[in-house]
């Protein structure tokens, strides 16, 4: 699985991950950044299906496989330097951020501090149970 020659121009950095970019294919949103590895970008062309590596967990994951909020990839493009994947995504739920908003960007910066702009579509105890 891992020997695709078009992984190959892929920078890795320093512990095999690349950053991934998630954008939404018709807004153009960023709604989040997380990190791939080869097996997490091979999986996500593979099944259509974005795939991320956890450098808290240390582990592959399926973005929604506990939510339920898939992202379904309608195009990977690769930057310049090859070292920034982006995936244009459509997201089911219109929920990417575990805060239950629909992008990890919802603070902006207003006179000297972050302030929460977007609002919660879902309370996260909803979508991944009152422990988390």
């Not at 097996?39 to 996500?44: C, G, I, Y």
């Not at 299906?49 to 379904?72: C, D, V």
Request: aromatic content about 8%; proline content about 2%.
């Amino acid at each position: 699985m891992n020997n695709s020659p078009w992984l190959d121009e892929v920078k890795w950095d320093g512990n095999g991950l690349v950053t991934a970019i998630a954008q939404d294919a018709k807004t153009q949103r960023v709604l989040m950044v997380a990190w791939m590895n080869r097996e997490a970008l091979q999986l996500t062309a593979d099944s259509g299906i974005a795939h991320y590596y956890s450098r808290s967990r240390q582990k592959l994951w399926k973005k929604g496989e506990e939510s339920g909020h898939l992202q379904h990839v309608q195009e990977l493009r690769l930057d310049c330097d090859g070292d920034v994947v982006v995936l244009q995504i459509e997201q089911a739920g219109g929920i990417a951020c575990h805060t239950g908003r629909a992008s990890c960007f919802y603070r902006r910066f207003e006179q000297g501090a972050w302030v929460s702009v977007d609002e919660v579509l879902k309370d996260p105890a909803a979508i991944y149970g009152a422990g988390n």
